[in-house]
């Protein structure tokens, strides 16, 4: 079977398992899931993994006491794709008039933050909190519609 390697995951030794898991989509993704609880049993090294091999968070920041983080992969990304760094997305959470809803997809509960940033730009950020944390998804500028439901609130 041919396979195009995407994104390569860093490696993980556990037990005499050494594993690199490689994640082209959510059928891969699954693969590699079911690869490593073949030879780990234990949940929460499980839970480890996976949060650590598929979901991986690199960068940790702070801005006025609330912390945030993401994966540096994902950030440079949204730059080229939104035009949009993740620094900038967090002071959506500063905006004293920010707006919430739900963004959730079929594998993560998520939540969306409408806000402005300090440069003034309403932006759209997508978000998943965690225990005293904020992991940024994804951010881009709002829409005419997402801008005038700011406006309207």
């Not at 234990?42 to 968070?57: A, D, E, M, Q, S």
């Not at 963004?103 to 409408?114: G, K, P, Q, V």
């Not at 940033?117 to 225990?131: A, G």
Request: net charge negative; proline share 3%.
């Amino acid at each position: 079977m041919d396979q195009r390697v995407v994104e390569e995951s860093p490696r993980v030794e556990f037990g005499g398992f050494l594993g690199r898991g490689i994640v082209q989509d959510e059928t891969d993704r699954i693969g590699v899931e079911e690869s490593l609880t073949e030879h780990l049993t234990v949940g929460v090294l499980t839970l480890y993994i996976r949060l650590n091999i598929v979901f991986p968070v690199d960068v940790s920041f702070s801005l006025q006491g609330i912390d945030f983080e993401w994966d540096h992969r994902k950030a440079e990304r949204n730059v080229k794709n939104h035009g949009l760094p993740f620094e900038e997305a967090a002071e959506a959470f500063l905006d004293p008039f920010y707006q919430q809803g739900d963004a959730s997809t079929f594998r993560e509960l998520r939540e969306f933050i409408l806000g402005y940033s300090n440069r003034q730009r309403l932006l759209l950020v997508v978000y998943v909190e965690r225990v005293q944390r904020f992991r940024i998804i994804s951010a881009r500028a709002a829409t005419r519609q997402e801008r005038k439901q700011y406006e309207e609130a």
